[in-house]
């Protein structure tokens, strides 16, 4: 006996086009780094340009649950602002999610703009700036 999810064909559609959306969605994810901590993950899609700097989001999502005030999570989504020709980037803004992939609603938004700062090689701003700018 076939079951009624299978014979509606707009319960089956519905499917398709959930996962359709969700894929296009994770597609525009490219693998910075893997790390100890785990995985950092580049926006290609949120890249912004302006005449002097870029904008973009990097998620990183954890193996191991992280704790942020009183808020622990797995997930997170940092936007960054780089300036390719002076060298440096500063973050603009943190969100914190409980599930991998920024899944699970928003916990936190720290909008708060950090100070410009020259990525130091081998870490997480020099990958962010290289993969924007190029070689330093």
Not at 9 to 34: C, K, N, Q, R, Y
Not at 54 to 71: N, P
Not at 80 to 98: N, V
Request: aromatic share 6%; with cysteine; glycine share 6%.
């Amino acid at each position: 006996m076939k079951s009624k999810l299978l014979r509606n064909p707009l319960a089956i559609s519905g499917i398709f086009l959930g996962m359709l959306v969700s894929t296009d969605a994770m597609s525009a994810l490219t693998i910075l780094a893997e790390t100890r901590e785990g995985l950092i993950y580049i926006d290609q899609t949120s890249v912004e340009k302006t005449t002097s700097t870029h904008k973009v989001a990097i998620t990183q999502d954890f193996h191991e649950m992280q704790t942020l005030g009183t808020h622990e999570y797995l997930s997170s989504i940092s936007w960054y602002e780089i300036d390719c020709a002076g060298k440096k980037l500063r973050q603009i803004r943190i969100e914190i999610f409980p599930q991998n992939m920024a899944m699970g609603g928003l916990l936190q938004e720290d909008p708060q703009t950090q100070a410009w700062t020259t990525p130091e090689q081998g870490k997480l701003q020099s990958l962010i700036w290289s993969a924007l700018c190029g070689k330093p």
